[in-house]
Protein backbone atom coordinates (compact mmCIF):
# COMPACT_ATOMS: atom_id res chain seq x y z
CA UNK A 1 0.00 0.00 0.00
CA UNK A 2 1.74 3.26 -1.06
CA UNK A 3 1.42 6.61 1.43
CA UNK A 4 -0.25 9.41 -0.70
CA UNK A 5 -0.22 11.93 1.97
CA UNK A 6 2.55 11.56 4.16
CA UNK A 7 5.63 13.82 3.70
CA UNK A 8 8.80 15.40 5.39
CA UNK A 9 8.65 19.03 5.04
CA UNK A 10 11.90 20.85 4.34
CA UNK A 11 10.74 24.35 5.24
CA UNK A 12 9.83 23.43 8.94
CA UNK A 13 12.78 22.99 11.35
CA UNK A 14 14.12 19.38 12.51
CA UNK A 15 13.84 18.79 16.41
CA UNK A 16 16.13 17.05 17.77
CA UNK A 17 14.34 13.95 20.23
CA UNK A 18 16.83 13.16 23.32
CA UNK A 19 16.56 9.48 23.03
CA UNK A 20 17.42 6.17 25.53
CA UNK A 21 18.15 3.44 24.11
CA UNK A 22 17.29 -0.01 26.12
CA UNK A 23 18.08 -3.69 25.86
CA UNK A 24 16.26 -6.18 27.51
CA UNK A 25 18.38 -9.67 27.78
CA UNK A 26 19.85 -12.08 30.31
CA UNK A 27 22.88 -13.02 28.00
CA UNK A 28 23.83 -9.97 25.82
CA UNK A 29 26.46 -7.61 26.56
CA UNK A 30 26.85 -3.79 25.33
CA UNK A 31 29.67 -5.86 23.19
CA UNK A 32 27.32 -8.25 21.61
CA UNK A 33 24.09 -6.66 21.79
CA UNK A 34 23.60 -5.83 17.81
CA UNK A 35 20.34 -4.67 18.08
CA UNK A 36 21.20 -2.25 20.47
CA UNK A 37 23.74 -0.85 18.67
CA UNK A 38 21.78 -0.81 15.31
CA UNK A 39 19.38 1.71 17.07
CA UNK A 40 21.51 3.88 18.81
CA UNK A 41 23.03 4.45 15.43
CA UNK A 42 19.94 4.79 13.39
CA UNK A 43 18.91 7.41 16.51
CA UNK A 44 22.15 9.12 16.24
CA UNK A 45 22.00 9.34 12.28
CA UNK A 46 18.50 10.32 12.56
CA UNK A 47 19.99 13.59 14.34
CA UNK A 48 18.50 12.75 17.29
CA UNK A 49 20.28 12.79 21.27
CA UNK A 50 21.20 9.68 22.45
CA UNK A 51 21.56 10.57 25.93
CA UNK A 52 21.91 6.43 27.13
CA UNK A 53 22.27 3.02 26.56
CA UNK A 54 22.03 0.59 28.68
CA UNK A 55 20.86 -3.22 28.96
CA UNK A 56 18.62 -4.86 31.48
CA UNK A 57 17.83 -8.53 32.68
CA UNK A 58 14.40 -10.08 32.14
CA UNK A 59 13.08 -9.10 35.29
CA UNK A 60 10.14 -7.58 35.66
CA UNK A 61 11.04 -5.53 38.75
CA UNK A 62 14.41 -4.56 37.41
CA UNK A 63 13.47 -2.86 34.18
CA UNK A 64 9.85 -0.79 35.17
CA UNK A 65 12.51 0.37 37.89
CA UNK A 66 14.81 1.75 35.10
CA UNK A 67 11.74 2.59 33.18
CA UNK A 68 10.60 4.74 35.96
CA UNK A 69 14.30 6.17 36.54
CA UNK A 70 14.33 7.53 32.71
CA UNK A 71 10.39 8.41 32.25
CA UNK A 72 11.26 10.84 35.59
CA UNK A 73 14.18 12.42 34.07
CA UNK A 74 13.10 15.72 32.11
CA UNK A 75 15.90 15.64 30.23
CA UNK A 76 14.24 12.31 28.57
CA UNK A 77 11.57 12.42 25.72
CA UNK A 78 11.37 8.70 24.77
CA UNK A 79 12.68 5.57 25.70
CA UNK A 80 12.56 2.82 23.03
CA UNK A 81 13.35 -0.75 24.29
CA UNK A 82 14.43 -3.33 22.09
CA UNK A 83 13.78 -7.13 23.57
CA UNK A 84 11.79 -9.02 25.57
CA UNK A 85 8.64 -9.06 23.77
CA UNK A 86 7.97 -12.81 23.01
CA UNK A 87 5.86 -15.17 23.81
CA UNK A 88 8.61 -17.02 26.68
CA UNK A 89 8.58 -17.04 30.27
CA UNK A 90 11.61 -14.74 30.36
CA UNK A 91 9.86 -12.18 27.62
CA UNK A 92 8.34 -9.84 30.16
CA UNK A 93 8.91 -6.56 28.85
CA UNK A 94 4.98 -5.88 28.09
CA UNK A 95 4.22 -6.72 32.06
CA UNK A 96 7.11 -3.91 32.60
CA UNK A 97 5.48 -1.52 30.82
CA UNK A 98 1.94 -2.17 32.32
CA UNK A 99 3.37 -2.24 35.69
CA UNK A 100 5.31 1.95 34.72
CA UNK A 101 1.32 2.12 33.70
CA UNK A 102 -0.11 1.33 36.98
CA UNK A 103 2.92 3.63 38.76
CA UNK A 104 2.15 6.82 37.09
CA UNK A 105 -0.62 6.69 34.82
CA UNK A 106 -0.62 7.23 30.72
CA UNK A 107 -1.96 5.45 28.11
CA UNK A 108 -1.15 2.35 25.48
CA UNK A 109 -0.68 3.48 21.78
CA UNK A 110 -2.20 0.36 20.48
CA UNK A 111 -1.55 1.69 16.83
CA UNK A 112 2.34 1.11 17.34
CA UNK A 113 2.06 -2.61 18.07
CA UNK A 114 -0.68 -3.29 14.77
CA UNK A 115 1.45 -1.10 12.80
CA UNK A 116 4.63 -3.18 14.00
CA UNK A 117 3.25 -6.35 13.17
CA UNK A 118 1.79 -5.45 9.86
CA UNK A 119 5.02 -4.07 8.89
CA UNK A 120 6.71 -7.07 10.18
CA UNK A 121 4.55 -9.75 8.20
CA UNK A 122 6.22 -8.11 5.25
CA UNK A 123 9.75 -9.87 6.30
CA UNK A 124 8.66 -12.55 8.56
CA UNK A 125 5.28 -13.70 7.89
CA UNK A 126 3.12 -15.30 10.10
CA UNK A 127 5.98 -15.22 12.46
CA UNK A 128 4.91 -11.91 13.69
CA UNK A 129 2.26 -13.04 15.55
CA UNK A 130 4.25 -13.85 18.14
CA UNK A 131 5.48 -10.03 19.21
CA UNK A 132 4.13 -8.36 21.85
CA UNK A 133 5.20 -5.30 20.15
CA UNK A 134 4.16 -2.21 22.21
CA UNK A 135 4.39 1.55 22.87
CA UNK A 136 2.54 3.75 25.69
CA UNK A 137 3.18 7.69 26.74
CA UNK A 138 3.13 8.20 30.74
CA UNK A 139 4.43 11.40 32.42
CA UNK A 140 5.19 13.19 28.94
CA UNK A 141 7.53 10.74 27.81
CA UNK A 142 7.06 8.19 25.32
CA UNK A 143 8.03 4.31 25.28
CA UNK A 144 8.12 1.99 22.82
CA UNK A 145 8.86 -1.75 23.06
CA UNK A 146 10.36 -3.30 20.21
CA UNK A 147 11.38 -7.39 19.49
CA UNK A 148 15.16 -8.09 20.35
CA UNK A 149 16.21 -8.75 16.48
CA UNK A 150 17.74 -6.43 14.15
CA UNK A 151 15.21 -6.84 11.82
CA UNK A 152 12.71 -5.96 14.35
CA UNK A 153 14.66 -3.14 15.04
CA UNK A 154 14.86 -2.11 11.19
CA UNK A 155 11.28 -2.88 10.95
CA UNK A 156 10.25 -0.19 14.15
CA UNK A 157 12.87 2.35 13.59
CA UNK A 158 12.64 2.39 9.44
CA UNK A 159 8.93 1.64 9.68
CA UNK A 160 7.56 3.77 12.20
CA UNK A 161 9.98 5.52 14.78
CA UNK A 162 12.26 7.32 12.14
CA UNK A 163 8.94 9.27 10.75
CA UNK A 164 7.01 10.04 14.24
CA UNK A 165 9.76 11.09 15.64
CA UNK A 166 11.04 13.89 13.05
CA UNK A 167 9.27 16.75 13.73
CA UNK A 168 8.56 17.89 10.14
CA UNK A 169 6.62 14.91 8.96
CA UNK A 170 3.21 15.55 7.89
CA UNK A 171 0.37 15.18 8.50
CA UNK A 172 1.59 14.96 12.06
CA UNK A 173 4.19 12.90 14.35
CA UNK A 174 4.78 12.13 18.00
CA UNK A 175 7.24 15.25 18.64
CA UNK A 176 4.52 18.17 18.14
CA UNK A 177 2.71 16.61 20.87
CA UNK A 178 5.72 16.45 23.27
CA UNK A 179 4.16 19.98 24.47
CA UNK A 180 0.97 18.64 25.94
CA UNK A 181 1.77 15.41 27.25
CA UNK A 182 0.90 16.21 30.27
CA UNK A 183 -2.03 18.21 29.84
CA UNK A 184 -4.95 17.17 32.22
Known amino acids: MERS ?12 VNIVVLTVSDSRT ?4 TSG ?3 AERVKAAGH ?16 NRLNNWIDDSA ?8 GTGLTGRDVTP ?11 GTDISGFGE ?15 QSRARAIVTRGTYVFALPGSNGAVKDGWDGILAEQLDSRNRPCNFVDLMPRLRER
Open 76 to 83: IDCVIVTG
Open 49 to 64: HLVARAIEKDEVILIA
Open 115 to 129: LFRWLSFRSIGTSTI
Open 30 to 33: LETD
Open 95 to 105: EALDRVLQSGG
Open 5 to 16: SVAVDPALPFKP
Open 37 to 39: ALL
